[in-house]
């Protein structure tokens, strides 16, 4: 290890054992000399790495490195680096800054733990009468939108009208969740911006192809324990990989349209089933399922039932959480045996994701 390094890794080191204020995997920041980027791991900032790795480091190159450490994440060291920053179409987090629950979790059981799926949305409605509710859930993608469904804009009742964003969430009985003695911050509720529904959606299509929409919140989200994006496929590796017959998670609180479920945040573990093998089955119905949808789940009682419409179908992959699909629809009686739920692909959407970011 060069002294620079050294160097980097005791400020760092000292910054944490002081308590002085450090920043979040993600959030903004400046750099040593004025320019705005992202709190990012070291490895993931190339102009950081040139000036490690010049063969002789001047005694500015070794400040400018220790000054611009910004945090720590795992026992890593975080830097501010420069021009990360939303620049254009490269706003979608990649692996591994996305993706990650901050302590690990054993899956199994139906309640959620406070800190876990920390990406999960809810979407509140304005009704007739003043009245408001959570009927729709959505997946932080990055600080300023959630990816969701686009029945959830478009399918809703007369009257209704999309009103809030709400992230952070877990009880919703109450204002300040706690478990144990972890306390989580207080939900963030985030006026809209915009929202965009995939123009190929058709609120007359009962096969809901197309069933996706962005929501844009209007001010960027500052990341924490219980509010973090998830990872995109984004890669060809990850857009073509398959995942018929893996097990895969939904996670909400089992609100829909029409229904009122859990207070807590619930998920359920579901197998991806072949487009193949589930689809004769809606195909008896009129519903014809295509490439851009895929199928999870068929086993009695276990659903989408426990998860919000809109909101997402997940796997780990490489210590990491990805979006595979968002729930669509499924059987008029939700869990029944041998008719698993239908998702939107997201893999078949990445460009789409990506040509409406800004």
Same mark, same amino acid.
């Given at each position: 290890m060069t002294g620079a390094m050294k160097l980097l890794v005791v400020a760092v080191l000292a910054l944490v054992e002081l308590s002085v204020s450090a920043l979040?995997?993600? #959030?903004?920041?400046?750099?040593?000399?004025? *320019?705005?980027? %992202?709190?990012?791991?070291? /490895?993931?900032? #190339?102009?950081?790495?040139?000036i490690y790795n010049k063969p002789v480091n001047t005694p500015d190159d070794t400040q400018f490195l220790t000054e611009s450490?910004?945090?720590?994440?795992?026992?890593?060291?975080?830097?501010?680096?420069?021009?990360?920053?939303?620049?254009?179409?490269?706003?979608?987090?990649?692996s591994p800054n996305c993706g990650i629950q901050l302590s690990d979790r054993v899956i199994g059981g139906q +309640?959620?733990?406070?800190?876990?799926?920390?990406?999960?949305?809810?979407i509140e409605y304005e009704k007739p009468n003043g009245r408001f509710g959570f009927h729709c859930g959505?997946?932080?993608?990055?600080? /300023?939108?959630?990816l969701t469904a686009a029945h959830c804009i478009s399918s809703i009742p007369r009257g209704w009208k999309v009103h809030r964003i709400r992230l952070g969430e877990w009880d919703l009985s109450s204002s300040n969740d *706690?478990?144990?003695?972890?306390?989580?911050?207080?939900?963030?509720?985030?006026?809209?911006?915009?929202?965009?529904v995939h123009t190929g959606y058709n609120t007359q299509d009962k096969s809901h192809h197309n069933d996706i929409a962005l929501i844009r919140f209007n001010r960027e989200?500052?990341?924490?324990?219980?509010?973090? +994006?998830? $990872?995109?496929?984004?890669?060809?590796?990850?857009?073509?990989?398959?995942?018929?017959?893996?097990?895969?998670?939904?996670?909400?609180?089992?609100?829909?349209?029409?229904?009122?479920?859990? #207070?807590?945040? @619930?998920?359920?573990?579901l197998n991806v089933v072949d487009l193949k093998d589930c689809a004769p089955t809606y195909?008896?119905?009129?519903?014809? @399922?295509?490439?851009? *949808?895929?199928?999870?789940?068929?086993?009695?009682? %276990?659903?989408? $039932?426990?998860g919000d419409s809109g909101g997402p179908l997940m796997r780990q992959t490489s210590g990491a959480w990805y979006l595979i699909g968002v729930v669509s629809f499924g059987p008029q009686k939700c869990g029944t045996a041998g008719v698993p739920g239908v998702y939107t692909n997201v893999a078949e959407y990445v460009d789409w994701i990506r040509d409406n970011v800004y």
């Open positions: 979040e995997l993600g #959030q903004d920041c400046v750099n040593p000399v004025g *320019q705005a980027g %992202k709190c990012v791991l070291f /490895r993931e900032c #190339q102009a950081l790495i040139d450490r910004c945090g720590v994440f795992e026992r890593k060291t975080l830097v501010c680096c420069a021009g990360v920053k939303n620049i254009g179409k490269t706003s979608l987090p990649e +309640p959620t733990k406070i800190d876990e799926f920390p990406w999960t949305a809810l959505g997946t932080i993608i990055n600080e /300023r939108y959630i *706690q478990e144990d003695d972890f306390y989580s911050d207080a939900p963030i509720d985030l006026d809209i911006e915009k929202i965009i989200i500052h990341y924490s324990a219980t509010v973090r +994006p998830i $990872c995109l496929p984004l890669s060809s590796s990850m857009r073509n990989r398959k995942h018929a017959g893996m097990a895969s998670f939904a996670a909400g609180w089992g609100k829909t349209e029409s229904a009122s479920a859990s #207070q807590k945040k @619930l998920k359920v573990e195909q008896r119905s009129g519903i014809s @399922l295509d490439s851009t *949808q895929m199928c999870a789940g068929g086993v009695r009682l %276990k659903d989408t $039932c426990s």
